[in-house]
Antibody
Framework: EVQLVESGGGLVKPGGSLRLSCAASGFTFSDAWMSWVRQAPGKGLEWVGR??????????DYVAPVKGRFIISRDDSKTTLFLQMNSLKIEDTAVYYC?????????????WGQGTLVTVSS | DIQMTQSPSSVSASVGDRVTITCRASQYISNWLAWYQQKPGKAPNLLIY???SLQSGVPSRFSGSGSGTDFTLTISSLQPEDFATYYC?????????FGGGTKMEIK
């Protein structure tokens, strides 16, 4: 069974940092293109960024509001995806989901993890 | 960025109703469109990809159509478990963007 399990969320002050993890199982993680998507409380979905597989170049793309502050990485030996979040702002408060593309390069997502809540507040 | 506009933002319907949700892209995206269902407190679930292809395991009462800039999601006969929020997502251009959502409520 394909499974994605996020962890690492919590309460952090503005300007602080947090590292999220997403443990993957049930599929060949090293071949997967992985994304982070977030959802602010009561709001819609926002794609945060994506990392390709190493064999496909490992390219990373980000949405503009997080560029330069967030870093996506992966450890294929541990089948884990990471999101390093720095210089956090109040507007980064959201549930963060990790997800994978059904077919690499086709940019639609299934399955998704259960999400981890990040709250940025003083 | 490509803006995705869904309408209506909410719809009130009864079990057994046929319901259609519309999604419009601000630029041409061919058939690079997906639809998701999200229930409260849960992650989104992929229903439709490539505008009209049904994801494995999704009931056949869900269907999608459209190409270019205008797309629709239709539920042919609403079931109690279908009351949820639905999102479209363009998969053509980065950054990937989602519509604002359509909340399906029980009449």
């Amino acid at each position: 069974e394909v499974q994605l399990v996020e962890s690492g969320g919590g309460l952090v002050k503005p300007g602080g940092s947090l590292r999220l993890s997403c443990a993957a199982s049930g599929f060949t993680f090293s071949d997967a293109w992985m994304s982070w998507v977030r959802q602010a409380p009561g709001k819609g979905l926002e794609w945060v960024g994506r990392i390709k597989s190493k064999t496909d170049g490992g390219t990373i793309d980000y949405v503009a509001p997080v560029k330069g502050r967030f870093i996506i990485s992966r450890d294929d030996s541990k089948t884990t995806l990471f999101l390093q979040m720095n210089s956090l702002k109040i507007e980064d408060t959201a549930v963060y989901y990790c997800t994978t593309e059904v077919t690499p390069g086709y940019n639609w997502f299934d399955p998704w993890g259960q999400g981890t809540l990040v709250t940025v507040s003083s | 960025d490509i803006q995705m506009t869904q309408s209506p933002s909410s719809v009130s319907a009864s079990v057994g109703d046929r319901v259609t949700i519309t999604c419009r892209a601000s630029q041409y995206i061919s058939n690079w469109l997906a639809w998701y269902q999200q229930k409260p407190g849960k992650a989104p679930n992929l229903l439709i990809y490539a505008a009209s292809s049904l994801q494995s395991g999704v009931p056949s009462r869900f269907s999608g159509s459209g190409s270019g800039t205008d797309f629709t999601l239709t539920i042919s006969s609403l079931q109690p478990e279908d009351f949820a929020t639905y999102y479209c997502q363009q998969a053509n251009t980065f950054p990937l963007t989602f519509g604002g959502g359509t909340k399906m409520e029980i009449k």
